[in-house]
């Protein structure tokens, strides 16, 4: 067993109003999670967030460009080269057509996420109960702004919101307003807090052998999944539970069925991406925790096995 990796990220200011990410300091939603983690303040709480975010992207951005330099390779490091490309081709399929830009795209994609916490104009919220009233006419929702209380969005009928947990719904976070594409505009980022995310950081789970990437459930990686919307105007969208025709897909199955798709533009596939590289010690092909040894035997248990083992020059551990 082990824990995650610490990332070694400069601590953030991001202090009141004047911060290019604010954490509601109208409605104080994220106070909370201070206490939670055992923080002094909320800033030194989400510091730790951003660190972890970062650190996730930053990993992974690492180690696709140590293939792309050759300072990893098959000869220099074959059961990393393996993790590594073995864990690119579960989410993103290294047969598909696109081959180079795609893999580009991705490497694009986490180094904008390495300084997620240097977005300007971004409103987090850890719950959005005080900002919604229906109208009891109409049965539309709307919503009043909080950066800018003057303002109020009529969301239609069909807007989901966190309460809907309560309905048996399995709503984590979701973004509103404009996307990455107008960085001049706010974009509002809302965590279910109060429903899910009973986890903060991901150094608070303890990884063995077995475990899903689904389990590791946390305030940072739903983040880090919100801001691929707020950063990378091309991610997919859908409010409708992933089921959306051409829409984003959640969890590890959602991952499978886009994968040969358009995973680059799937928030999760980029997101348990990066996730799965953060942990060095164990291997994500399967989409589940396993050992050298484990993936080892699995190999020599497999019809193609023998032949992964020879093409990837893999020596028994």
């Known amino acids: 067993m082990t824990r995650w990796l610490s990332a070694a990220i400069a601590a953030l200011s991001l202090t009141g109003v004047s911060a290019k990410i604010h954490w509601d300091p109208v409605g104080n939603t994220c106070d909370p999670l201070a206490g939670k983690v055992g923080a002094p303040t909320l800033d030194d709480a989400v510091n730790k967030v951003w660190q972890e975010i970062e650190g996730m992207a930053s990993n992974a951005l690492q180690?696709?460009?140590?293939?792309?330099?050759?300072?990893?390779?098959?000869?220099?490091?074959?059961?990393?080269?393996?993790?590594?490309?073995g864990t690119y081709d579960t989410f993103f399929d290294v047969q598909h057509p696109d081959g180079f830009p795609r893999w580009n795209s991705v490497k694009d994609i986490l180094a904008l996420?390495?300084?997620?916490?240097?977005?300007?104009?971004?409103?987090?919220?850890?719950?959005?109960?005080?900002?919604y009233a229906t109208d009891p006419n109409t049965g539309d929702v709307h919503w009043q702004l909080p950066s800018d209380q003057s303002r109020i969005l009529n969301q239609g009928p069909d807007q989901l919101q966190c309460s809907a947990n309560k309905?048996?719904?399995?709503?984590?976070?979701?973004?509103?307003?404009?996307?990455?594409?107008?960085?001049?505009?706010?974009?509002?980022?809302?965590?279910?807090?109060?429903?899910?995310?009973?986890?903060?950081?991901?150094?608070e789970?303890?990884?063995?052998?077995?475990?899903?990437l689904d389990d590791f459930k946390s305030l940072t990686t739903t983040l880090f999944h919100e801001f691929l919307h707020v950063w990378v105007p091309s991610m997919r969208a859908d409010m409708s539970g992933g089921t959306a025709s051409g829409g984003e897909r959640y969890g590890v199955q959602g991952t499978k069925e886009v994968r040969s798709l358009y995973a680059n533009e799937n928030p999760d596939s980029v997101t348990l991406f990066a996730l799965a590289l953060f942990s060095k010690n164990f291997y994500w092909m399967t989409t589940t925790a396993e050992t050298k040894q484990e993936v080892w035997n699995r190999f020599q248990s497999e019809a193609n096995g023998q032949g992964i083992i020879n093409a990837m020059k893999l020596t028994q551990p």
């Not at 000869?75 to 993790?83: K, P, Q």
């Not at 390495?114 to 959005?128: E, F, G, H, L």
């Not at 719904?169 to 001049?184: A, E, F, P, Q, T």
Request: net charge negative.
């Open 205 to 212: 789970f303890t990884i063995q052998s077995g475990k899903s």
């Open 113 to 131: 996420m390495s300084k997620a916490s240097s977005r300007q104009n971004v409103y987090i919220m850890c719950d959005d109960a005080y900002m």
């Open 63 to 85: 180690s696709m460009n140590d293939i792309d330099s050759g300072a990893l390779t098959k000869d220099s490091d074959a059961w990393e080269y393996l993790r590594v490309v």
């Open 167 to 203: 309905q048996g719904k399995d709503l984590i976070g979701y973004r509103s307003g404009w996307d990455g594409s107008d960085v001049n505009h706010m974009s509002y980022v809302v965590l279910c807090a109060n429903y899910q995310l009973h986890n903060v950081y991901l150094d």
